[in-house]
């Protein structure tokens, strides 16, 4: 069965601090892997994404994840936090390219320190 | 603006009574899903729906019905609430076919208490 797992149910980070949140995942294929982040209150928002090719994505908001197949893990990572990236994060994965069922991980809520 | 919207946004109901809740989209996307979110559990799909009049199953669609007769709208039903459908719902859509890119628009939630 696919799954994705998000270890770190909580992070906190110093603002201008680097972040790190690790993503991985149990898919046969190739996944099509996605990261939202959900500010309190909204709905989710699409940060990026990677089907193939280069596998270093970058996204919106200065984020940036890196597809490592060898290790089924999809993390993202920012060099300089700012006290607006505090919110939850997903990791999700598409278990095809019709894109109709995807699969989220259970969330990292990032608190930023000032 | 390209919105998704989600109507009642907070409802607190009781055991057994039959609920609705609506979605709707102004983006013309024939995609549509629905996932309720629990803490420690992230987002699980309920429902989705290809384009109109096509739905079906996701992982948890038990006690949650759905429908599709226009592509704008893809309601949430509650035929019989129980407490452990107690959650926050989100409704989302995309494109689809060669225009789909994946990504998913979602509305701001709609926070259900079963009592």
């Known amino acids: 069965a696919q799954s994705v797992t998000q270890p770190d149910i909580h992070i906190t980070v110093s603002e201008g601090a680097s972040l790190e949140l690790r993503c991985n995942y149990s898919?046969?294929?190739?996944?099509?892997l996605f990261w939202y982040v959900q500010s309190p209150g909204q709905g989710l928002q699409l940060l990026l994404k990677?089907?193939?090719?280069?596998?270093l994505v970058q996204g919106i908001k200065g984020f940036e994840a890196e597809f490592k197949r060898s290790q089924s893990s999809f993390n993202l990572r920012k060099p300089s936090v700012h006290w607006s990236d505090a919110a939850e994060y997903f990791c999700?994965?598409?278990?095809?390219?019709?894109?109709?069922?995807?699969?989220f991980g259970s969330g990292t809520k990032l608190n930023v320190k000032p | 603006e390209a919105q998704v919207t989600q109507n009642p946004r907070y409802l607190i109901t009781v055991t057994g009574k039959k609920l609705t809740v609506t979605c709707s989209q102004n983006?013309?996307?024939?995609?549509m899903s629905w996932y309720r979110q629990d803490p420690g559990l992230g987002l699980r799909q309920i429902y989705y729906?290809?384009?109109?009049?096509?739905?079906d199953k996701g992982d948890v669609p038990e006690g949650y019905k759905v429908s599709r007769k226009e592509k704008r709208n893809f309601p949430l039903i509650l035929e019989s609430p129980s407490p452990n459908q107690t959650s926050l719902y989100f409704c989302?859509?995309?494109?689809?076919?060669?225009?789909?890119?994946?990504?998913?628009?979602f509305g701001e939630g709609s926070r259900l208490t079963v009592l």
């Open positions: 999700a994965v598409a278990t095809d390219y019709n894109f109709n069922k995807f699969y």
């Open positions: 989302a859509s995309s494109l689809s076919g060669t225009e789909n890119t994946g990504e998913l628009f």
């Open positions: 990677y089907f193939s090719g280069d596998t």
């Open positions: 729906s290809m384009n109109v009049e096509v739905t």
């Open positions: 983006m013309n996307h024939e995609y």
């Open positions: 898919y046969g294929a190739t996944p099509y």
